[in-house]
């Protein structure tokens, strides 16, 4: 937009007096940037703005979806509240989440122990030292059950954090539901199912990406016929940026991902507007707040002229990018934790501007431990002051018209579109990961980032500034060490109670269907109402994809 002769005259006497304020008081720095080093300028105006704006941003609700993909947002029902949880035993987890749900949080989110996660049963030697160590250990149906006693299925929904493995969790998930009564059109909730983020930046993979992606498209089309209102995957950008990338590299990689998965279920025969509704997408806020604001409000905007406009989706439902998003882990300090809690509240905060549909804020203690009773009560209680309290979801998107957040929305767009044009070069996200084209752009903003805050360029308070000179850390959660072999010995015993023959002919049927191209969720839920287990599961599927090394 153009200034008016007048507001023209006005910036000029602006100019003029900021030269004279500058020989007093010089600025903080030369210049200004954000984490994706996108320029800050001194001041915005309308001249920042696009001349088309109204069509740029839209309205709520409406396509490019840039203020929400609701009409009403927030005033019509808060985002979902579901805090990410996990420890030990199926029952101590089962215990956790009861006492949340208690506390007013309106969702479940699922932590896997590392074995879980890269499909080994606790009683693998290579699970040694791990088990229950970061999530919950699950090894069979019998855990499951554990972890949703006295929980109904139809009433919560739930999200589950597994990905090389997540058809397994998925199989489970079900067999729980059915034995509380409870119909598979009726169960709700998303598994994270992305494997491309494991190979960039997590490490939690099993298969290599032809196979793993495989399995995804299976799992898209078994739940678009089986579980309707389940999303079937949850594309990451939080791991991405845990892993150092910057906000730009967070949008444009994780809808890199999204247009691979797209382009691989669509090779799989499955028409866009059958699956591209379920899918769902998971981000990070960190402590940039307008950055991550904006980092929201350009994500949806791309998604939904990529959905439309290059793959031709035709349902305005394919186009909507719905998201959940999970404070910066990373931004956590071991130093003054108390901290935490401003920091993880500012980032909630440009979350919930930035129009999320569900929301985990992390605990103080996190970067010491797993987090205590209290820490998890006060991490909820940030979410419920914002929503009930703070009046900013009274109204829909209200950093609109912000002449600089809508500017930087512009240019996350940008930049990030630039990112795509060369993973396209690629051949896709796939062939970059192959590449080692995103690995190595994040481990560079990483290093740069270490290097600012090293130089104390970026300052972190408590850790490079402000420190005190001693600090007792109390009341942290420890994982009791007698648990592994406690859940070693429950699952020894439901080898021993189940029927053997059932479960050899089950995993044969699994090895079948991998071998064959069939869809090898049918088997895979056969397997684990048998009690099979997720580490003999995973190792047919390993005896017939093989396994993934890095480079």
Not at 359 to 386: F, K, W
Request: proline content about 4%.
């Amino acid at each position: 937009m153009t200034l008016s002769s007048n507001g023209q005259h006005f910036k000029q006497e602006w100019e003029k007096n900021v030269e004279k304020t500058m020989q007093r008081f010089p600025e903080r720095r030369r210049s200004f940037h954000t984490s994706s080093d996108i320029p800050v300028d001194r001041l915005y105006t309308p001249e920042s703005l696009s001349e088309d704006y109204i069509n740029q941003i839209g309205f709520p609700g409406q396509y490019p979806y840039t203020r929400g993909i609701q009409p009403t947002m927030f005033r019509s029902r808060y985002w979902t509240m579901r805090q990410y949880a996990g420890f030990g035993s199926a029952e101590e987890t089962n215990e956790r989440f009861r006492y949340l749900l208690k506390q007013g949080q309106t969702g479940l989110s699922v932590a896997f122990d590392l074995p879980t996660q890269i499909g080994y049963d606790s009683d693998d030697p290579m699970a040694e030292g791990e088990v229950g160590k970061v999530g919950v250990a699950i090894d069979s149906l019998k855990d499951m059950e554990q972890l949703f006693h006295e929980i109904p299925l139809d009433q919560v929904s739930t999200s589950m954090t597994i990905n090389a493995p997540a058809g397994i969790l998925l199989a489970m998930y079900i067999a729980v539901g059915e034995k509380q009564g409870v119909p598979r059109e009726k169960l709700t909730g998303t598994i994270q199912n992305d494997i491309l983020k494991e190979y960039i930046a997590r490490g939690t993979y099993i298969y290599p990406p032809k196979p793993s992606m495989r399995l995804i498209t299976d799992i898209f089309a078994y739940c678009q016929e089986h579980l309707p209102k389940f999303n079937t995957i949850s594309i990451s950008g939080y791991h991405i940026r845990e892993a150092g990338s910057t906000a730009v590299q967070e949008v444009a990689f994780t809808i890199a991902n999204g247009m691979a998965y797209v382009d691989a279920a669509i090779e799989a025969g499955l028409r866009v507007d059958q699956f591209a509704p379920r899918l769902a997408f998971f981000f990070n806020a960190h402590n940039q707040f307008f950055e991550e604001a904006a980092k929201f409000r350009a994500a949806r905007r791309m998604w939904a002229k990529i959905m439309k406009e290059h793959y031709k989706a035709e349902d305005p439902k394919s186009w909507k990018m719905r998201f959940h998003t999970q404070t910066g882990g990373s931004t956590l300090t071991a130093q003054q934790p108390d901290n935490n809690i401003v920091r993880v509240t500012m980032q909630a905060l440009a979350a919930v501007l930035g129009g999320t549909q569900s929301l985990h804020t992390n605990s103080r203690d996190e970067a010491l431990a797993l987090p205590t009773e209290d820490s998890a009560r006060i991490a909820l209680r940030t979410q419920q002051i914002i929503a009930n309290e703070s009046g900013v979801a009274d109204t829909v998107d209200p950093l609109a018209g912000s002449y600089y957040v809508e500017s930087l929305t512009d240019q996350i767009e940008k930049e990030a579109g630039a990112y795509l044009e060369r993973i396209s070069e690629f051949g896709g996200a796939v062939q970059a990961v192959e590449e080692g084209y995103m690995q190595r752009e994040i481990h560079q903003a990483a290093y740069e980032a270490q290097k600012r805050m090293e130089s104390k360029e970026d300052i972190v308070v408590g850790m490079n500034e402000y420190q005190v000179d001693e600090e007792i850390h109390a009341d942290l959660l420890k994982v009791d060490e007698a648990l592994e072999k406690g859940q070693i010995e429950k699952t020894k015993q439901v080898r021993e109670q189940r029927n053997q023959e059932v479960v050899d002919r089950c995993l044969q049927e699994l090895r079948n269907a991998a071998a064959k191209q069939d869809n090898v969720m049918p088997p895979i839920v056969r397997a684990v109402q048998a009690y099979a287990t997720v580490g003999e599961i995973a190792n047919v599927l390993r005896e017939e994809f093989g396994e993934y090394t890095a480079m």
